[in-house]
């Protein structure tokens, strides 16, 4: 069963670059990696998705290796308005292909400090 | 489009009563989900639907039910509420071409206490 690993908290300061880890050791090889950012008491939002090597939008940039085990989540020159929650969601199956799951990870707590 | 809407905001239940938490969706997806998110913790998925009429149990199914008869609705209904049960509860949909990892579009929120 694939798992995901992140950590839990980062600090970071306004216009700094901040990299976010996700491990996803069994991550099934059809699957897309997909990063959320949730605000308190909202829903979470997308962010970002890829499936291998790199993928740039205008918030974000996320960097998978070749072997897939994890992904990082890029945020360039973060701002106070950056201080949030991000999930690295992925998915997952049995050895048929069954039982499908969806993986979420604890979520990683970044405080950007002025 | 409102997007994903969520009802009610907040409820406090008395253990063993029984509520419906509604979410209906107007982008015509085909994907609906209900997540709990217990304080400081991540999302963990309680049903899911592929489509009217089509429901499937997540990671914590237990202690609720759904129903799909609708493309919008996507009802979730505890029977027997206990105070495990106490959480935020998030509904969301999505078009489905990637299984769920596609975007999915999430709906404010329910808070729920259970005393």
């Known amino acids: 069963l694939a798992k995901t690993t992140q950590p839990i908290s980062m600090d970071s300061y306004e216009g700094q670059e901040v990299n976010i880890t996700c491990s996803h050791n069994?991550?099934?090889?059809?699957?897309?990696i997909t990063w959320y950012q949730q605000f308190p008491s909202q829903g979470p939002r997308f962010i970002i998705q890829?499936?291998?090597?790199?993928v740039t939008n205008e918030v974000a940039s996320l960097f998978i290796p070749a072997d897939r085990k994890s992904s990082t989540l890029s945020l360039p020159r973060v701002s106070l308005s950056d201080t949030a929650v991000y999930y690295c969601?992925?998915?997952?199956?049995?050895?048929?292909?069954?039982?499908?799951?969806?993986?979420w990870g604890l979520g990683t707590s970044l405080a950007v400090n002025p | 489009n409102a997007g994903v809407t969520q009802t009610p905001k907040f409820r406090i239940l008395k253990i063993g009563q029984s509520m419906t938490l509604q979410c209906t969706q107007d982008m015509n997806h085909n994907y609906m989900y209900w997540y709990r998110q217990d304080p400081g913790m991540g999302l963990k998925l309680i049903y899911y639907s592929v489509g009217a009429g089509i429901t499937d149990k997540g990671e914590v199914p237990n202690g609720y039910n759904v129903s799909r008869s609708t493309t919008e609705d996507f009802p979730l209904r505890l029977e027997l509420a206990a105070p495990s049960q106490t959480s935020v509860y998030f509904c969301a949909s999505s078009y489905g071409q990637r299984g769920g990892l596609e975007t999915q579009y999430f709906g404010p929120g329910t808070r729920l206490l259970v005393l």
């Open positions: 890829g499936y291998k090597t790199k």
């Open positions: 069994n991550i099934a090889t059809n699957d897309y």
């Open positions: 969601l992925v998915g997952d199956t049995d050895n048929a292909g069954n039982n499908r799951k969806l993986i």
